[in-house]
């Protein structure tokens, strides 16, 4: 199986037309087949822009190209709108790289999501993360009608249902499958949090792959979590990459801190931003620092870096972090991926540039 490009058994006008995936896989997806690999996998999110032009997610999906197996475009998070995930991993797909589709329940009900789960699969998505979404109340348009016709742990069945059962919700059959890999989200921080473990157990059982925490600035509550996550024996069931991501300044931890349910910074971690010169410099070494502690559990198959509005920074944070000098290129072809993706990214800037001319 080439990792050049999702794999393409055939083409039509231009789309590819997907046969079955590899033994053991549910998709085509370089994602996939690089976790089964036993690879450490790298994944991060690109904010998606207040705007209609593809040049903004072109731009920022560049920087992210060279350093991630994939890229998770957010739909709507903290129920701020921005352009829709379904839009960017268009455009993702078009420029050959790995999306995430991220899919909350918040904002549409069961007939939306699966119209737009085989639409996004026909398009050479290969990746679905399942979120059941942050309240419109916390928002910036509080005015707006939530959904949740469906949470996350019926999103995962109900997309599971249409992937391996061929049917829709209402019976009705499938004639081509959205080849996906399913993920959800895990929060190992958020209270009680000896539920967590139990919260994952529920969505593997409803077809959750693949987990993406939220942010793990604290190691050692982290190593609790995943104590018990190998207790349960969810880390043989799922594939775990751990939240990771850039502090900009001591003010931005005191604010997540208080603000966002489930995110923890130890006061270490604060006062060194406090006592930095270099703020940003300071939240990038101690990302770096975390990433390499990460790899290190048992059970983290992986990190997934947030790095709100700093694209820019991941390439550099994960270059430095070191994570990736164990590949081999014998193992899964990654010289040729790697290779793939910064030719990748080159095109895209290029393209940017040319426009910029016009």
């Known amino acids: 199986m080439s990792l050049e490009n999702e794999p393409t058994p055939g083409d039509l006008f231009g789309y590819a037309v997907p046969g079955d995936p590899p033994p053991g896989h549910s998709s085509h997806g370089r994602l996939e087949h690089l976790l089964r690999k036993g690879v450490f996998t790298i994944t991060a999110e690109l904010n998606p822009p207040d705007s209609a032009n593809p040049r903004d997610v072109f731009s920022r999906a560049a920087v992210l190209a060279e350093a991630c197996d994939a890229i998770n475009a957010t739909d709507?998070?903290?129920?701020?709108?921005?352009?829709?995930?379904?839009?960017?991993?268009?455009?993702?797909?078009?420029?050959?790289?790995?999306?995430?589709?991220?899919?909350?329940?918040?904002?549409?009900?069961?007939?939306?999501?699966?119209?737009?789960?085989?639409?996004?699969?026909?398009?050479?998505?290969?990746?679905?993360?399942?979120?059941?979404?942050?309240?419109?109340?916390?928002?910036?348009?509080?005015?707006?009608?939530?959904?949740?016709?469906?949470?996350?742990?019926?999103?995962?069945?109900?997309?599971?249902?249409?992937?391996?059962?061929?049917?829709?919700?209402?019976?009705?059959?499938?004639?081509?499958?959205?080849?996906?890999?399913?993920?959800?989200?895990?929060?190992?921080?958020?209270?009680?949090?000896?539920?967590?473990?139990?919260?994952?157990?529920?969505?593997?059982?409803?077809?959750?792959?693949?987990?993406?925490?939220?942010?793990?600035?604290?190691?050692?509550?982290?190593?609790?979590?995943?104590?018990?996550?190998?207790?349960?024996?969810?880390?043989?069931?799922?594939?775990?990459?751990?939240?990771?991501?850039?502090?900009?300044?001591?003010?931005?931890?005191?604010?997540?801190?208080?603000?966002?349910?489930?995110?923890?910074?130890?006061?270490?971690?604060?006062?060194?931003m406090e006592g930095a010169t270099d703020p940003k410099k300071e939240g990038r070494a101690i990302c770096v620092e975390l990433i390499q502690q990460l790899k290190e559990i048992e059970g983290v198959h992986g990190v997934h870096i947030m790095a709100y509005r700093q694209e820019e920074m991941v390439a550099d944070i994960v270059q430095s972090s070191g994570v990736l000098t164990d590949r081999k290129a014998e193992d899964i072809g990654l010289a040729g991926l790697r290779h793939a993706q910064a030719v990748r990214r080159n095109k895209l800037l290029q393209e940017l540039a040319g426009d910029e001319g016009k």
Not at 230 to 243: M, N, P, Q, T, V
Request: net charge positive.
């Open 76 to 272: 709507n998070s903290g129920a701020n709108v921005h352009m829709s995930s379904v839009g960017v991993c268009a455009l993702l797909t078009h420029a050959d790289l790995a999306p995430v589709m991220q899919v909350s329940c918040r904002d549409r009900n069961r007939l939306s999501v699966q119209g737009d789960v085989l639409g996004a699969a026909a398009m050479g998505v290969c990746n679905i993360l399942c979120l059941t979404g942050d309240g419109v109340g916390i928002g910036d348009q509080p005015e707006a009608k939530p959904v949740f016709d469906l949470d996350s742990i019926s999103l995962l069945e109900t997309i599971r249902a249409m992937r391996d059962d061929r049917r829709f919700l209402s019976g009705r059959t499938i004639t081509a499958p959205p080849r996906v890999f399913l993920g959800a989200a895990a929060n190992p921080f958020s209270p009680p949090r000896d539920f967590r473990p139990l919260r994952m157990a529920k969505k593997i059982a409803a077809g959750a792959q693949f987990f993406q925490t939220n942010y793990c600035f604290d190691i050692p509550a982290f190593e609790e979590f995943m104590t018990r996550v190998r207790d349960l024996g969810l880390h043989e069931k799922s594939f775990i990459l751990a939240g990771a991501g850039p502090l900009p300044s001591a003010k931005s931890a005191r604010w997540m801190n208080s603000r966002l349910p489930g995110i923890h910074i130890p006061d270490a971690a604060i006062k060194r």
